[in-house]
């Protein structure tokens, strides 16, 4: 059996990142709908790591609690099918505010800016309202309900049981659908490669 160095505490997220398709009308909306006004970047003349030249603009928004969220904006890579709507199961951000009223302010303000957000969806443990950026990714803005945390603790409870018959539900259909190397936990890190 394989011994595994000791895992280090994670402290947080510093950044996610995704392509947008214009800086300006990314700012546009994190800035002036959503209302992050910490923001900045950098632009970097070649790609990383590979030394490809792609220059791009890292943009990057900080939050109240410290953690950004970051885009790329790289038009010579760029392909502009990635900017259709992406389904909700394939990337949202998921935005927090503290209170239904913070988050009934956020829906009213985004709607001010000609932006259509709906909602609120009650999903017993958070409540939420659902828009899209300019970039196709969509954006909840969300509140935990009081029974948040209980809610969760208590699903965490049994979720190994919960998981087990899951897989079990599903694995014929994802075998069909990938292939059963494309699920193996231990390949699934080298598939794409």
Known sequence: MATHPAARPIKGVHHAAYRCRDAEQTIWFYRDVLGLTNYTGVVIEAVPG???DDPYLHLFFQMGNGEFLAFFDAPGSADPDWFKRKESFDMHWAFEVDSEEDMLAMQERIDSYGVSAVGPVDHGFV???????PNGVQVEVTYRMPQHDAILAKTQENFDDVLARWQARTRD???AKFGAEAIDRR???TAAA
Request: hydrophobic residues 20%; without cysteine; positive net charge.
């Open 173 to 175: 259909q994802k075998v």
């Open 50 to 52: 590979t030394g490809e």
């Open 127 to 133: 409540r939420s309202i659902y828009m899209y950026d």
């Open 187 to 189: 390949s699934r890190h």
